[in-house]
């Protein structure tokens, strides 16, 4: 992919990221400042989505990112160098003043990891069983307002414990937060996964829309796992 589709294709993903909304050429021509005619950015757009980086919803002229879109941004994205703010590390480390033993630790970390990225977090000793936080993040979420998606996603997380058995291999999830998109995980195909071992019997996973801020929820499960 060249420079100027790369460019594009990131500012795409980081605009419905914030927006949750399509992004045409337009906005792009006139909000970020590019060079570029909008003729050239439509049809770098056009080019973009038919090599499947890129999707549009039938009822808008702008574009949305696929899950190969995502992928492409992941692995351009240097997340060792995304820090939290003091107040998130405040917070979190509150999180683990309070804790009476290692599993209320993890139960007020996931709490507050929910709070500060808007996710839902689940932290488990074990697939069958887990304690679930923030799931009204997810549904209040504006991909999952229809009632027929917020159905699916309560059937899934109804069944959890199957979902998390590839969390719990060794090959799966190291010592290190690994996201898990779309189709490589069993919650579903419209979510992303951000799942960290800290240790043998205790895992944490950060569930949301494909269209998570990833630079910050990396942080911050990066940070609990330095608390860890």
Not at 85 to 96: A, T
Not at 195 to 217: I, T
Request: glycine share 6%.
């Amino acid at each position: 992919m060249d420079t100027r589709r790369q460019k594009l294709l990131i500012l795409v993903i980081e605009n419905y990221i914030d927006s949750a909304e399509p992004v045409g050429s337009k906005f792009l021509v006139s909000d970020a400042d590019l060079d570029w005619s909008e003729a050239t950015v439509r049809n770098d757009l056009r080019a973009l989505e038919e090599e499947g980086y890129l999707t549009h919803p039938h009822t808008s002229a702008g574009r949305v990112p696929t899950e190969r879109g995502y992928r492409f941004y992941l692995k351009n994205l240097d997340l060792n160098k995304v820090k939290i703010s003091k107040r998130d590390n405040d917070v979190l480390g509150m999180s683990m003043k309070e804790a009476r033993d290692v599993e209320l630790r993890y139960k007020n970390l996931a709490r507050s990891l929910a709070e500060l990225s808007g996710e839902t977090v689940l932290f488990a000793v074990s697939p069958e069983k887990v304690y679930f936080t923030g799931l009204s993040n997810l549904f209040s979420k504006p991909e999952f307002h229809a009632l027929e998606l917020i159905a699916d996603l309560s059937q899934i997380l109804d069944h959890c414990d199957r979902c998390l058995d590839q969390f719990f291999s060794e090959e799966e999830v190291g010592g290190e937060p690994k996201f898990f998109l779309g189709r490589e995980h069993s919650f579903g195909d419209m979510l992303s996964a951000l799942a960290f071992s800290g240790g043998p019997e205790s895992l944490l996973v950060m569930l949301g829309p494909m269209r998570m801020d990833y630079r910050r929820n990396y942080a911050l499960m990066n940070k609990i796992k330095e608390l860890l």
